[in-house]
C-alpha cells in the first residue's frame, strides 16, 4: 500500500514525506480499529515519533482525498478513519456499543438484501450507504446485568 500511495501522491504532485508514511503504517497496523486523530497523536507518541497535531489532521484528510482511508462518524462528534480495501466494492456497516464506544465491523447477506430491495422498490441504482446499528456489546451486556 506504500507504494500505492507513493504512485498517488507522486502523481498528484504532492510530497511523500516520512510523516504521512508513518501515518498510514498507524493505520495498516491497527488491526481494524477505527481510529480518531487523538488516538493517532497517543500512538505516535508512544513510538517516540513527534509530529504535531496539526500536521496529523492534514495528513488523516490527505489520505481521505486519496482514497487510503475512510472517514467514519458514529453521532459522537468525533470522526474515526479506517483503512480502504481498495478491492472492496461492497459497503460494510458498523455495531457501535452505546456504552463503552467499541465498534464491530459486520456483512451481512440480510443488509444485502435490503439495499437490493430498496433499489428496486425506488429504482435507484444504490451506488453506496452507511448503516450503523446501536447497542450494547457483549462485555458491557454482562457488567450491566452484573453478570
Known sequence: MYEELRSELK????RITAQREMILK?????KGR???VEEVCRE???RNIRISKATVYRAVELLVDLGFLRRLNFGDGIYRYEIVDRSEVESHQHVICRVCGKIK???S???KKIVSEISEKTG?????HDLKFYGLCPDCKRRLSGG
Request: glycine share 4%.
Open 11 to 14: 502523481k498528484r504532485k504532492r
Open 26 to 30: 498507524i493505520f495498516l497496523e491497527s
Open 34 to 36: 477505527h481510529l480518531g
Open 44 to 46: 505516535l507518541l508512544d
Open 105 to 107: 465491523e459486520i456483512n
Open 109 to 111: 447477506e440480510m443488509v
Open 124 to 128: 435507484y441504482i444504490i451506488e453506496n
